[in-house]
C-alpha cells in the first residue's frame, strides 16, 4: 500500500513511517495540514492517516476539502479526543476510521488493511451471499453455516462474529474492532470478554478438525485464515 | 401550569393579603363614615325634638295648660311638619296632638322608639322617636320626630358602602387573579427556559422583555450566571481536552518506543518479556485515563444534546449476552429478566458502558458457584425504568456505599482485584447524567453473602 501520513507530531510520525515500511507499505509524510491537503490532493494513495490536530489545516477540514473535491481515499483519523460525539464528528467529515491516541501499532495496521479491503471490494458487483475459506461455508441469506458437510449451530452473536472474520478473512482483526463491528460499542470493558467468545466460537468450528481456521496474533487480536 | 396552580403561587399570596388589607381599610373608613353620618342624624334629630320640648314648656310657663295645647294644636295642624306631638291623659287616652293612638300601653318618661299607624298615607309602617314627659294636671307629652326618610337615608348610606366593599372585593379579586397570573407565566416561562438549558441546550438564554423591573434584572443576573458557567464549562472542556492532548501524545509516543524496540530482531527473552510489561502498564494507565475523562465528559452534561431513545431491555440483553460466557466461564448463572419492555431517553454507549461496568463487578464478586442477575423493566412501586444489576457475592457495608461511588475509592477488602477503583464512579456519573436516583443495597438482607444489588431509576 502507499500511505500518506500527515500528522504533526514527529516522534508518533517518525514511528508511524517506520512501523509501515518495516510492514512492507511505502510511505510518504506531511507534517501540516495545508502540505497534506496538496499531497493528498496530487497523488494517488491507497489509504491516508490523518490526525485531528494539525497546524495549518486542521484534519477534519482537510477531509472535508477533499471529499468535496471527489476525492474518496480510504481515510483513519487520529485523535486524542476520544469522546462519542467526537468520533461522530470525525466519521460525519468523511473519515472512513477512527482510531484515538495512543493506540498500538497493530491496532493501526490491522485497521489500515480491512479499510484497504473494504475499499477494494466495494466495487465488486452484486451483494455477497456466500462467504467461504477452506471447508468453512457461510450462507447469508440461509444464514447457516457448514464446516465440511458438517452444519455447525450458531448463536445469532456468534453468526455476526464469524461473519465479520470471514468478510475480513486473511487480516488481523483486533479486539477493538471486534468490539467496535459486531457489538456497536466504542468502549474498552476491562475484562477481555471478546477473547471468551472467541473461545466458544473457537469450540464450534475448529474443535474436532484438524486444520485451525481461527488464529490468535499475539498483541494484535485474531485472524480467520486458511493454512499456509 | 395547572388551571389554579397560580393560587399557589408568591403574587397571588402577596397580592390577596394585600387585598385583604385594602378591604379592611375600607370598612375601617366606611364603618367611621357610617357612625358620622347615622349618628349625626340621631343627634340632629334629638336636638330638634328637645328644641321643640323647650318651646312647649315655654309655652306652658308663659300660658298654662290653654296655652300648651293651643300650641301643639298649631304645631301639629301643619301637615308637612316631621314632628310629632301627642297630649295624653294618666290613662292613655289622646287629649291633642297629630298622633292616632298612644304608642305604649304602660307609659314612663325617656326616651322611645315606636311605629307610627295610619299617619299620612294609611298602611304605610313609620318609625319614629319620640321623648315622654310627665305633665302637671294634664298626664303625659309626645313629642317625636318622624324617623322613616331619616331611616331611609341610613339605608342607603349602608347600602351604598355594602355595594362599595363588594365592588372593592371583586375588582381586588381580579387584579389579583391577573397580576398573580402574569407574573406566574413570565416565572413559567424562566422555569421551561431553565429546564431546556439543564437538558443539554446550553446556548439558550432566558427572554428579558425590557421593562426593567425586578424579574427583569434577575433574568439579567441569571443569564450573566449562564454565561460564566457557558464560559467555565467551556473552559472545562479545554481543561480536559487539553490534557487529553497533552497527557495522552507523550503516553502515545512512549507506548510507541516501546513498540518499536519489540520489533528489533534477536531480542532476549527477558528485555521482551520487560517491554510486554511496560506496554501492559500504559495501557493500565491509559484505562485509568480514558475513564476519567469519560466520567469528566459525563458530569459536563454534554452528552445530554445527543440523547436518544435507548432500548433499555434490548440494551441490558445485549450486555448480558457480552458477559455471560465470561460468567459461565467462572461457573456463574447469568439471569436476565427483562419480559418487560422499557425504554429511555439517553446515551447508548454511556449506559452501555455502565451497565457493562455492573455487570463486571457482579460478575467479578460473585460468590463462586453463585448467580448474576441483570434486569431492566418498570419499578414496582413508581412505574419508573429501572435497571438492576446484583450478585450474591460479600456486598458493601451499608456505611460505606456512598463512599464506593467516589473516585478511586476501593474497599479495603478488594484490594487484592483488579480494577482502578472507577467503575462505580462512572456508574455514578452516568446516572447523573441521566437523571436517573442511583441505589446500593442489599441483594439477599440478612444471609452471610448479602450481595451488592446496584439499581437505578430513571425519570418516568
Known amino acids: 500500500m502507499k500511505i500518506l501520513v500527515i500528522e504533526d507530531d514527529r516522534a508518533t510520525a517518525d514511528y508511524l513511517t517506520k512501523g509501515l515500511k518495516e510492514a512492507g507499505h511505502v510511505v510518504d509524510h506531511a507534517d501540516n495540514g495545508r502540505d497534506g491537503l496538496f499531497l493528498a490532493a496530487s497523488e494517488p494513495y491507497d489509504a491516508l492517516v490523518v490526525d485531528r490536530m494539525l497546524p495549518g489545516r486542521d484534519g477534519l477540514s482537510l477531509l472535508e476539502v477533499l471529499r468535496a473535491t471527489g476525492n474518496d481515499t480510504p481515510a483513519l483519523v487520529l485523535s486524542a479526543l476520544g469522546s462519542v460525539d467526537d468520533r461522530v464528528k470525525g466519521l460525519r467529515a468523511g473519515a472512513d476510521d477512527y482510531l484515538t491516541k495512543p493506540f498500538a501499532f497493530a491496532e493501526l495496521l490491522a485497521r489500515l488493511e480491512v479499510m484497504q479491503r473494504r475499499t477494494k471490494g466495494a466495487g465488486s458487483g452484486g451483494p455477497v451471499t456466500k462467504l467461504q475459506i477452506a471447508d468453512l461455508e457461510m450462507d447469508l441469506l440461509a444464514r447457516t453455516v457448514k464446516r465440511g458437510a458438517k452444519p455447525v449451530d450458531l448463536l445469532p452473536r456468534e453468526f455476526q462474529l464469524l461473519e465479520y472474520l470471514l468478510r475480513n478473512a486473511g487480516n488481523v482483526v483486533t479486539r477493538t474492532m471486534l468490539l467496535e463491528n459486531v457489538w456497536d460499542y466504542h468502549f474498552d470493558p476491562q475484562t477481555n470478554v471478546i477473547d471468551v467468545h472467541i473461545a466458544r466460537l473457537r469450540q464450534k468450528i475448529d474443535k474436532d478438525h484438524e486444520v485451525p481456521l481461527i488464529h490468535t496474533v499475539r498483541g494484535a487480536g485474531y485472524s480467520l485464515r486458511e493454512p499456509v | ?460
Open chain 2, 1 to 460: 401550569m395547572s388551571r389554579f396552580s397560580f393560587l399557589r403561587t408568591t403574587t397571588f399570596r402577596l397580592a390577596a393579603f394585600h387585598m385583604g388589607l385594602f378591604i379592611l381599610s375600607v370598612v375601617v373608613v366606611l364603618a367611621v363614615v357610617y357612625w358620622f353620618t347615622a349618628g349625626f342624624i340621631n343627634r340632629h334629630t334629638e336636638e330638634t325634638v328637645l328644641r321643640e320640648v323647650q318651646e312647649l314648656s315655654n309655652a306652658m310657663n308663659d300660658r298654662g295648660r290653654i296655652g300648651l295645647l293651643r300650641l301643639i294644636s298649631e304645631r301639629a295642624g301643619d301637615h308637612r311638619t316631621d314632628m310629632i306631638y301627642a297630649v295624653a291623659s294618666p290613662t292613655g287616652e289622646i287629649i291633642a296632638g297629630n298622633l292616632a293612638n298612644w304608642p305604649l300601653p304602660n307609659t314612663a318618661a325617656g326616651w322611645i322608639e315606636f311605629d307610627i299607624k295610619n299617619r299620612g298615607e294609611p298602611g304605610r309602617k313609620r318609625s319614629a322617636v319620640a321623648i315622654i314627659l310627665p305633665v302637671h294636671d294634664l298626664g303625659w307629652l309626645l313629642v317625636g320626630h318622624d324617623m322613616t326618610d331619616r331611616y331611609l337615608l341610613r339605608g342607603q348610606i349602608l347600602l351604598g358602602m355594602i355595594w362599595a366593599v363588594s365592588l372593592a372585593l371583586v375588582i381586588g379579586v381580579i387584579g389579583a387573579v391577573y397580576m398573580s397570573r402574569r407574573v406566574a407565566e413570565r416565572v413559567e416561562k424562566i422555569n421551561r427556559t431553565i429546564d431546556r438549558i439543564t437538558a443539554g441546550s446550553f446556548a439558550d438564554r432566558l427572554e428579558v422583555t425590557g421593562s426593567g423591573d425586578e424579574i427583569d434584572r434577575l433574568v439579567t443576573k441569571l443569564n450573566r450566571m449562564l454565561d460564566e458557567i457557558a464560559r467555565l464549562m467551556l473552559g472545562m472542556r479545554q481543561v480536559t481536552d487539553n490534557v487529553a492532548h497533552d497527557l495522552r501524545t507523550p503516553l502515545s509516543r512512549l507506548r510507541a518506543r516501546l513498540e518499536l524496540a519489540q520489533l528489533e530482531p534477536d531480542l532476549p527473552d527477558a528485555q521482551a518479556a520487560t517491554l510486554e510489561q511496560a506496554i501492559a502498564e500504559i495501557d493500565r494507565l491509559l484505562g485509568v485515563f480514558n475513564a476519567i475523562l469519560t466520567i469528566a465528559a459525563a458530569e459536563t452534561g454534554r452528552a445530554r444534546a445527543d440523547f436518544e431513545p435507548v432500548d433499555l431491555s434490548a440494551l441490558v440483553a445485549e450486555v448480558a449476552e457480552l458477559y455471560e460466557p465470561l460468567a459461565e466461564e467462572k461457573g456463574l448463572t447469568l439471569e436476565l429478566a427483562n419480559a418487560d419492555p422499557v425504554s429511555v431517553s439517553g446515551s447508548r454507549q454511556l449506559l452501555a458502558q455502565l451497565a457493562s461496568n455492573l455487570v463486571e463487578n457482579a460478575v467479578k464478586y460473585a460468590s463462586p458457584g453463585g448467580h448474576v442477575q441483570v434486569a431492566a423493566g418498570h419499578d414496582l412501586a413508581s412505574g419508573r425504568p429501572l435497571l438492576s444489576v446484583a450478585d450474591d457475592g460479600p456486598g458493601i457495608p451499608a456505611d460505606q456505599r456512598d463512599k464506593v461511588l467516589e473516585r478511586f475509592v476501593r474497599l479495603e477488602a478488594h484490594r487484592g482485584t483488579p480494577g482502578h477503583g472507577l467503575g462505580l464512579s462512572l456508574v455514578a456519573a452516568v446516572a447523573r447524567l441521566h437523571d436517573a436516583d442511583l441505589l446500593l443495597d442489599d441483594h439477599r438482607p440478612g444471609m452471610e453473602h448479602p450481595g451488592l444489588r446496584v439499581s437505578l431509576r430513571f425519570p418516568g
